[in-house]
């Protein structure tokens, strides 16, 4: 089965922290993304990962910074967030960019 | 830019009934279609997906099919289950980059409600 795994699960964080989601899965998939989702919303792109280059940014602000280490793990650092960038951030595999995506559980993040 | 409409927002039916959700997109070089169902709380979970060269797709009590001249494609789940209630949403690919990375574009989702 698939499963790509997220942690935190929730993460309460103040506008001057600085905080990291992480992403992990071990299926050999080449292609990670990041997601947004509020509530009632449908996920929102923010980045994506081919063969761990960057081939993506949805003209995400700054304060939001993606990495990939290596082809199983993807990261995403959070500095300087505001009370609106509280959400569910999802990441997501496949196989490579053109195969069906695969979600993980998902991290809730709240801004104080 | 490019979207993806769906409709209904809501549908209620009763345990048994057939639900049908529709979705219209707008790039003509979309190629690739996948349905998620989302529960309350939890992560999307692909149940269903479409290519472009495929009118219809069966699996079990679930059913895509896609209509390329007019853009559309639709889910079909017959003998609905209240399991089956959940936030269902459509998807469509655009190519960047010369197609060399699809990103997806999702509807705005179905809230389906199964009464026993």
């Known amino acids: 089965d698939t499963e790509v795994t997220q942690t935190p699960k929730h993460l309460v964080m103040g506008m001057t922290n600085k905080k990291s989601l992480k992403c992990e899965q071990h299926?050999?998939?080449?292609?990670m993304y990041w997601y947004k989702q509020k509530a009632k919303k449908p996920p929102e792109l923010m980045f994506v990962?081919?063969?761990?280059?960057?081939?993506i940014n949805e003209s995400v602000p700054s304060r939001f910074s993606p990495e990939c280490p290596n082809s199983s793990l993807l990261n995403l650092h959070l500095h300087a967030l505001q009370p609106e960038d509280s959400a569910l951030y999802l990441c997501?595999?496949?196989?490579?960019?053109?195969?069906?995506?695969?979600f993980g559980d998902g991290t809730r993040l709240s801004i104080l | 830019g490019e979207n993806v409409e769906q409709h209904p927002s809501t549908l209620s039916v009763q345990e048994g009934d057939s639900a049908v959700i529709k979705c219209t997109y707008s790039?003509?070089?979309?190629?690739?279609f996948p349905w998620y169902k989302q529960e309350l709380g939890k992560r999307p979970q692909l149940i269903i997906d479409?290519?472009?060269?495929?009118g219809e797709k069966k699996d079990q009590r679930i059913a895509v099919t896609l209509n390329k001249t007019a853009k559309h494609f639709s889910l079909h789940i017959t003998e609905t289950q209240p399991e089956d209630s959940a936030v269902y949403f459509c998807?469509?690919?655009?190519?960047?980059?010369?197609?060399?990375?699809?990103?997806?574009?999702f509807g705005t989702g179905t809230l389906l409600a199964v009464q026993p």
């Open positions: 997501a595999s496949s196989q490579d960019p053109h195969q069906p995506q695969h």
């Open positions: 299926m050999g998939h080449r292609a």
């Open positions: 990962y081919s063969y761990e280059k960057l081939s």
């Open positions: 790039d003509s070089a979309s190629n690739y």
């Open positions: 479409i290519r472009s060269n495929v």
């Open positions: 998807a469509a690919t655009i190519s960047n980059y010369g197609g060399a990375t699809n990103k997806l574009i």
